[in-house]
Nanobody, 127 residues
Framework: QVQLVESGGGLVQAGGSLRLSCAAS????????MGWFRQAPGKEREFVAA????????AYADSVTGRFTISRDNAKNTVYLQMNSLKPEDTAVYYC????????????????????WGQGTQVTVSS
């Protein structure tokens, strides 16, 4: 069982930066692939970024490539999402997720493949 708590959301002007953190409970954090998703009002939850158990492999949605960076610190049981050059269309509730992988080292990009979710943190980008 893993519990995830996101933090770091807030209101920022377009072009600004935020860093989201997701703290995980449990002693097996390093065994999980981690991901970030977001959901804007009236829209479906969408994939943002993901990394494998070590953080050595990452994947990003096209809309955030070059602006967002996912990383993790297994010693601190924490995954991060550094968001730069923010745009109004990045406004959403951001969720982190943890997932078991059949093949160690895999990245998970589909929401249905994740086992645990945080409660979300609001990110609002003003124009």
């Amino acid at each position: 069982q893993v519990q995830l708590v996101e933090s770091g959301g807030g209101l920022v002007q377009a072009g600004g930066s935020l860093r989201l953190s997701c703290a995980a409970s449990g002693r097996t954090f390093s065994s999980y692939a981690m991901g970030w998703f977001r959901q804007a009002p009236g829209k479906e939850r969408e994939f943002v970024a993901a990394c494998n158990w070590s953080g050595g492999s990452t994947a990003y949605a096209d809309s955030v490539t070059g602006r967002f960076t996912i990383s993790r610190d297994n010693a601190k049981n924490t995954v991060y999402l550094q968001m730069n050059s923010l745009k109004p269309e990045d406004t959403a509730v951001y969720y982190c997720a943890a997932g078991n992988t059949v093949v160690r080292g895999s990245i998970l990009t589909k929401a249905w493949s994740y086992d645990y979710w945080g409660q979300g943190t609001q990110v609002t980008v003003s124009s």
